[in-house]
């Protein structure tokens, strides 16, 4: 078990330009969860898949946000027309099913939107 | 509505001296509780839970917390606190939201620790 992995650490893009997150989460886990995270606050749900399948997006998540998990293993979140206010963290997070079951965190990606 | 209340936004203690994080949460039935740490640049990792069963649940770290159905609490503590232990720290609360739990995240407190 080597964690959630989560790929690249920093990304600096120019406003406009598309950029792409990978996710590898733990191997035997088969929910996987994408956040937000701004300075100073929590994290903010985006979406989240079982298996393959994604059950739930946010209203935060706008149509140039769209996250993929093919084989449900690991997953991209890609964000097209990136804007300033894009710039965040973005945290992945896996857990096994089961409402009990606590959600394990990669270290995320920065991204900056110039 | 679902919440929840970390009221203090930034604490300072010296290294050694006991620590209590204070969390509260508003929500109908009963919670899932977690509270997670975060290092700057880091993703967060997991201190403890509460899911049911002894209200004291101890966690990595040293860290305790103690549910308090009555005052809606689940306030983090540890004795004796270390330099390393300076990081962000939030409190969660997992909602039923079909088969499903949803998190409800507080906005950190924030920990530094002086020598």
């Known amino acids: 078990d080597t964690g959630v992995s989560q790929n690249p650490r920093h990304k600096i893009t120019k406003r406009g330009q598309n950029v792409t997150f990978r996710c590898d989460p733990i191997?035997?886990?088969?929910?996987l969860y994408w956040y937000r995270q701004t300075l100073g606050q929590g994290p903010e749900f985006l979406t989240y898949?079982?298996?393959?399948?994604?059950?739930?997006k946010s209203r935060l998540l706008s149509d140039r946000f769209s996250a993929e998990r093919p084989k449900g293993s690991f997953s991209t979140l890609e964000i097209q027309r990136t804007e300033q206010g894009d710039s965040a963290m973005y945290l992945c997070?896996?857990?096994?099913?089961?409402?009990?079951?606590?959600?394990?965190f990669g270290n995320g990606t920065r991204l900056t939107v110039t | 509505a679902q919440s929840v209340t970390q009221p203090d936004i930034h604490i300072t203690v010296s290294e050694g001296a006991s620590l209590e994080l204070r969390c509260n949460y508003s929500?109908?039935?009963?919670?899932?509780l977690f509270w997670y740490v975060q290092s700057p640049g880091q993703g967060l990792q997991l201190l403890l839970k509460y899911f049911s069963g002894d209200t004291l649940v101890q966690g990595i770290k040293g860290f305790e917390a103690e549910f308090k159905r009555s005052q809606s609490s689940f306030n983090l503590r540890k004795p004796s606190v270390h330099w390393s232990d300076a990081a962000e720290y939030f409190c969660a609360v997992g909602v039923r939201a079909g088969n499903n739990r949803k998190l409800i995240w507080g906005l950190g407190t924030s920990l530094a620790v002086n020598p």
């Open positions: 997070a896996s857990s096994q099913t089961g409402g009990d079951s606590p959600l394990h």
């Open positions: 191997s035997e886990h088969n929910r």
């Open positions: 929500y109908g039935a009963t919670p899932y």
């Open positions: 898949f079982q298996n393959e399948a994604q059950l739930e």
